[in-house]
């Protein structure tokens, strides 16, 4: 008998496949801590086995998570937007203050990015992880921490499966990351499940009527439906759904809201600066190359809506933030 064990995270499911030209074994056995595979008897040299009596092993990993998809492209996206960690650096400073982080404290930064919230509490005196669906970004947040002189673990991952236990954290704090998640039950249930009871959750999110609400919309009216079952990310930004979403698990609900700069020598340098650096944007601007219409249409609707928002020089994103404590 031979056997392999491989750890994996409790909602995926992986297979293992032992293949040649005539047969395929597919063994399975979740367990609580990850997977544990057992692979038959077999002949390593069967007479009907090509390539010299050799057998090809392979490993596949395949989820179970309906979105795994949509977070495999939201990840190709991401990995372009390190140049706007100096715009969202400032707004880290006063969600870090907002939610009252005080030295000692167990924070989590979930969807940390280059780690300009986690950076900016550890620099409180916090102790802190950082969890990002992105490993372009972990890579430099690692880099971000080490110029700072903190300590701090980062860990690749999602919001709606985070591998830390349950009430691990004082404080959990997330800037435009968790809205990303697309079942916003699942998220909020995840950060919640790894606060302690008394800890404080707060996070920073665009309102839909707002710049960056109406970017996500426009962008979102060009891009391909998102599978069923996924909420707008600017949802988030809505305080009576905050309130819904957090519910009874939480007391002290209380929001604050703040303007986020984004320098631009003309509108246009700032629509450049997106189409580089945005997320989703890039992507939705590679899909339109062919099609040059479309393509000048979504910038003058961008445009317009840049126009709303930019004075002396700057575009002004203002945002809510919500924080409460846990029951
Ligand atoms: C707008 S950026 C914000 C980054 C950082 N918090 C900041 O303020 O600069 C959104 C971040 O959410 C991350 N993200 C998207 N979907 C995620 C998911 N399902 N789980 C964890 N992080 C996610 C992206 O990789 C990206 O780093």
């Given at each position: ?5 491989r ?27 990850g ?8 002949d ?23 979105f795994?998809?949509?977070k495999?492209t939201?990840?190709?996206?991401w990995?372009?937007f ?6 969202t ?33 550890a ?27 903190v300590s ?8 709606e ?8 954290f ?7 990351g ?27 999110t ?17 891009l ?6 996924a ?43 997106f ?19 479309r393509?000048?249409?979504?910038r ?16 002004h ?11």
């Amino acid at each position: 008998m031979t056997s392999t064990n491989r750890s994996a995270h409790t909602n995926e499911e992986m297979f293992v496949l032992i293949s040649t030209p005539n047969l395929v074994y597919r063994i399975l056995t979740p367990t609580e801590s990850g997977v544990v595979f057992e692979l038959p008897e077999f002949d390593p040299h069967p007479a009907q086995a090509p390539g010299e009596g050799r057998i090809q092993l392979s490993f596949t990993t395949m989820s179970n998570d309906p979105f795994a998809q949509m977070k495999a492209t939201q990840r190709e996206g991401w990995a372009f937007f390190a140049p706007l960690e100096l715009l969202t650096t400032p707004a880290a400073f006063k969600l870090v203050r907002f939610a009252g982080v005080q030295p000692g404290e167990k924070v989590l930064d979930v969807g940390c990015g280059t780690g300009v919230v986690a950076v900016t509490a550890a620099r409180f005196g916090a102790t802190v992880s950082g969890l990002d669906l992105t490993p372009a970004l972990l890579e430099k947040a690692r880099q971000n921490a080490e110029l700072a002189g903190v300590s701090i673990e980062f860990h690749e991952g999602d919001v709606e499966a985070l591998p830390f236990k349950d009430a691990a954290f004082d404080v959990v704090l997330s800037q435009f990351g968790h809205i990303f998640g697309p079942r916003p039950s699942v998220a909020v249930g995840e950060m919640l499940r790894v606060l302690r009871p008394g800890g404080r959750i707060a996070f920073s999110t665009w309102p839909p009527e707002l710049f960056s609400g109406k970017f996500f919309t426009l962008m979102s009216s060009y891009l391909p439906s998102p599978p069923a079952g996924a909420a707008p990310p600017v949802q988030w930004g809505n305080p009576d759904i905050v309130r819904e979403r957090l519910g009874d698990a939480v007391t002290g609900l209380t929001f604050d809201r703040d303007i986020l700069y984004t320098p631009g020598m003309s509108p246009e340098h700032i629509i450049n600066l997106f189409e580089r650096t945005g997320g989703p944007m890039i992507k939705l601007v590679e899909s339109l190359k062919s099609e040059p219409a479309r393509l000048k249409e979504l910038r003058s609707a961008f445009r317009a809506i840049i126009d709303l928002s930019y004075r002396e020089n700057q575009l002004h994103q203002s945002y809510l933030m919500t924080r409460a404590t846990k029951k």
